[in-house]
């Protein structure tokens, strides 16, 4: 019975995770778990899973079968003719390996319990909670502009030659690799940002927040947030964290004395606005 319960057991938690998979996909939420270009190959995958779980399904023995896996034999019939005299001879060292497998079945039966807990426990968060994107929590858990890697993209040499049109398009992704690059004003003066993100408290600083996204390299476990130091006073009588904006205006020194970031985007306009339906930056 217990191997029953594993074979069904197995396959309900696959069929729950494929389902789920599946869904997300078609709601377009998946990529709110893993990069985009991994999304064909995910459900794919998924597919294949669910088709050879229900495959196993059928083909596995029966109940009746999988009963039947040594412990339910009948040990009372006489064994190629031995006597009822020598079982009774050999009955008492018997016990020993009876003994043994009551123990085997106990730790089995505890083994299913938690399995199906955890298989229930799955399903439940799957189906019933809702598909939500990292927040400011795991932001400030991974520190801000903390990943070289990421912030790697736009180069000084190359944007230095960009015109109006491309500063305007330039992500939270790109200016905040801008000024990891360089903290020389010169560079900046003249040039308007116009970016969306979600506010992440930079500390304990009253002044200072930054307006961030998840840069996503495969899925939203290696996710890295980056962000723009944006210097309003008082900000937090404002915006709230975790609350997306749309804020533009110039870059000016960071007037913050406590503030670790040498130059921070100072708003003209800040506008709240919806999340994305794609809130990660790849």
């Not at 229900?54 to 412990?71: E, F, H, N, T, Y």
């Not at 927040?135 to 180069?155: E, F, K, W, Y």
Request: charged share 20%; hydrophobic share 45%.
């Amino acid at each position: 019975m217990s191997r029953l319960a594993d074979r069904w057991q197995g396959v309900l938690l696959t069929l729950v995770v494929g389902i789920s998979t599946l869904w997300l996909s078609a709601t377009g939420q998946l990529v709110l778990y893993i990069h985009p270009r991994y999304v064909v190959f995910t459900v794919i995958m998924i597919a294949i899973g669910m088709v050879l779980s229900l495959g196993v399904l059928v083909l596995a023995p029966s109940s009746r079968d999988a009963g039947d896996d040594g412990d339910g034999h009948d040990h009372g019939h006489d064994h190629d003719g031995h006597p009822h005299a020598l079982e009774d001879e050999l009955r008492a060292p018997a016990e020993r390996p009876r003994r043994r497998r009551r123990g085997r079945a106990a730790a089995r039966t505890a083994a299913v319990a938690a399995g199906t807990l955890v298989t229930t426990a799955v399903a439940v968060s799957l189906v019933v909670l809702p598909p939500a994107t990292l927040t400011s929590a795991t932001a400030g858990q991974r520190d801000v502009n903390s990943s070289t890697a990421s912030l790697a993209g736009t180069s000084v040499e190359d944007a230095a030659s960009a015109d109006a049109d491309a500063y305007a398009a330039f992500s939270v992704l790109d200016w905040a690799g801008l000024l990891r690059q360089t903290s020389d004003l010169s560079f900046f003066e003249g040039k308007t940002a116009d970016v969306v993100g979600f506010v992440v408290p930079a500390g304990d600083d009253p002044d200072v927040f930054y307006v961030s996204r998840f840069v996503v390299t495969c899925c939203a476990v290696d996710a890295q947030p980056v962000g723009v130091p944006v210097h309003l006073v008082d900000w937090q009588s404002q915006v709230s964290a975790d609350e997306w904006l749309d804020v533009s205006g110039g870059f000016q020194t960071n007037p913050s004395r406590t503030s670790s970031d040498p130059i921070a985007l100072v708003p003209d306009e800040l506008e709240k606005v919806g999340q994305p339906s794609d809130p990660y930056l790849y």
